[in-house]
Structure formats: C-alpha cells, structure tokens
T-cell receptor, first 114, second 114 residues
C-alpha cells in the first residue's frame, strides 16, 4: 500500500530535550511538508521541502529543524528552543511543489510535554 | 499574506439533509487553488474537493460540491444527503500557484443528527 507513515503516534518530551518525529512516504513524491495543529486551530506550516537536501521555512519554523537526506524521508526535530511544543504534528507530501498538486497527509504524531 | 476565514465554528444537520459550510479568503494573487479537507475523530486529514481559481465551473465530487465566487473570494462547501460518516472537522485551505504550503482556516465542526 502506498502512503505516508508517521511515528511515533504519541511522543513525550522532557524539558530541555530535543525530540525527532519521523515521516516516511512511498508515493515517490518530490515535495514534503510539516504542519502543526493546535486545539481549535487550523494547520500551520512549519517547513517544506521540494527536493533532497533542500528545504524552506514555513510560517512557524522557530524552534524546529528538518533534514531531507532521502526522497522518502523528512524528519522533524522539535528543539528545546520551542517553548510550547505540545501539539498535533502532521506530515504531508505531494507529487510536486506547484499549487495545483494535492497534498496527502499522514496520520499524525501527538507531542506532549512532561 | 493570505488568510482563510471560516465563520462557522460548528454546524448541525439532520441525516439526509443538505448543509453548506462557508469559507472566505483574502489574496492578491490571480493563480491559486482552493481545497476542502475533512478531519474525522481519527485526525487523519482527507481531501474532499479542490477548485482551481482559473476554472469558472464549480467542482463536484459525488455528494460534495462547491460554490466558488471568485469576485467575492468565497468558497463554500455543500454536502447533500448528509450521512453519519460525514461528521468531522472541515477545513478550507488555500494555496498559491507557486512553491509553498497550504493556508488553512480554523475549521467548522460538522455534527450529523440521526
């Protein structure tokens, strides 16, 4: 089955700790994205990547970092600089980065702070 | 910056009836795309329907259709013959023709009364 997988489903972070959220896709999509969803809010763009070894900041990139070493993988690291990391994180991908391309989403990771 | 506004935090409809969810957006772009996504309790984001701004014809997908009013910057979603499985959060989203992510509204919680 082609799709997007995210792991873990739930993640707990201690104060001052960096944590990494995994996102893998086997759709052969070039573009990948990370969004954050807070309660009662829509999704907000954190980072996106059009191609391997290239990525761009979205609207709320502070306190986050990403890498794109492989086409199918786009991990997101929530650093200790992110003071309010508790949220639901969604990864998405699309064939290309053009506006016409539909984005498909993974099942999400819920991050909680201990 | 582009903004997307969903003015109805919650809507309720009887099963088998028709409901319309509202969305307005603000942009100075001429090339853009509009989307409706559904987020059921599982929190998986599912594409419902999309509309290209250059197309005058309103998009339809089975029981789902849109009323796209470009001059008014309005993009409403009509769900006909509502079913219990339609109960979810519905998000309106906008994207330019260029290389970036989606801009989401805050969502409308749709309740289906049996």
């Amino acid at each position: 089955d082609g799709g997007i997988t995210q792991s873990p489903k739930y993640l707990f972070r201690k104060e001052g700790q960096n944590v990494t959220l995994s996102c893998e896709q086997n759709l052969n999509h070039d573009a990948m994205y990370w969004y954050r969803q807070d309660p009662g809010q829509g999704l907000r763009l954190i980072y996106y990547s059009q191609i391997v070894n290239d990525f761009q900041k979205g609207d709320i990139a502070e306190g986050y970092s990403v890498s794109r070493e492989k086409k199918e993988s786009f991990p997101l690291t929530v650093t200790s600089a992110q003071k309010n990391p508790t949220a639901f994180y969604l990864c998405a991908s699309s064939i290309g980065l053009q506006g016409k391309e539909t984005q498909y989403f993974g099942p999400g990771t819920r991050l909680l702070v201990l | 910056a582009q903004t997307v506004t969903q003015s109805q935090p919650e809507m309720s409809v009887q099963e088998a009836e028709t409901v319309t969810l509202s969305c307005t957006y603000d942009t100075s772009e001429s090339d853009y795309y509009l989307f409706w996504y559904k987020q059921p309790p599982s929190r998986q984001m599912i594409l419902v329907i999309r509309q290209e701004a250059y197309k005058q014809q309103n998009a339809t997908e089975n029981r789902f259709s849109v009323n796209f009013q470009k001059a008014a910057k309005s993009f409403s979603l009509k769900i006909s013959d509502s079913q219990l499985g339609d109960a979810a959060m519905y998000f309106c989203a906008y994207r330019t023709g260029g290389a970036d992510g989606l801009t989401f509204g805050k969502g409308t919680h749709l309740i289906i009364q049996p």
